[in-house]
């Protein structure tokens, strides 16, 4: 089993950048798929990003592609989101997600097993 606890949000103005992290426990972290989601008010929890188990496979959803970067650090049982050139529209609570990785590519949130709290990202326009 893991728990995820997620960190790193807040308030930002529109073009800044955050990074969110995600503390993973147990000690099988270095083989569970990670993914970030996110809620916007009034609508349905999406996808943003997802890295396979060694972190050398990342796949994006179109909306942050080129501006969010997943990646990991597997000695140290964290998740990352580096989120740049942030826009009104990314204003959402993001949470990471975990499942064994299989070598798919999952994008849908019933395929993850694990889930943090979810951390408040807001950006001002």
């Known amino acids: 089993q893991v728990q995820l606890v997620e960190s790193g949000g807040g308030l930002v103005q529109t073009g800044g950048s955050l990074r969110l992290s995600c503390a993973a426990s147990?000690?099988?972290?270095?083989?569970?798929?990670m993914g970030w989601f996110r809620r916007a008010p009034g609508e349905e929890r999406e996808f943003v990003a997802t890295?396979?188990?060694?972190?050398?496979?990342?796949y994006y959803a179109n909306s942050v592609k080129g501006r969010f970067t997943i990646s990991r650090d597997n000695a140290k049982n964290t998740l990352f989101l580096q989120m740049n050139s942030l826009k009104p529209g990314d204003t959402a609570v993001y949470f990471c997600?975990?499942?064994?990785?299989?070598?798919?590519?999952?994008?849908?949130?019933?395929?993850?097993?694990?889930w943090g709290q979810g951390t408040q990202v807001t950006v001002s326009s």
């Open positions: 890295i396979s188990s060694s972190g050398g496979s990342t």
């Open positions: 997600a975990a499942r064994p990785d299989s070598g798919t590519i999952y994008t849908t949130q019933r395929a993850y097993n694990y």
């Open positions: 147990g000690r099988t972290f270095s083989s569970y798929r």
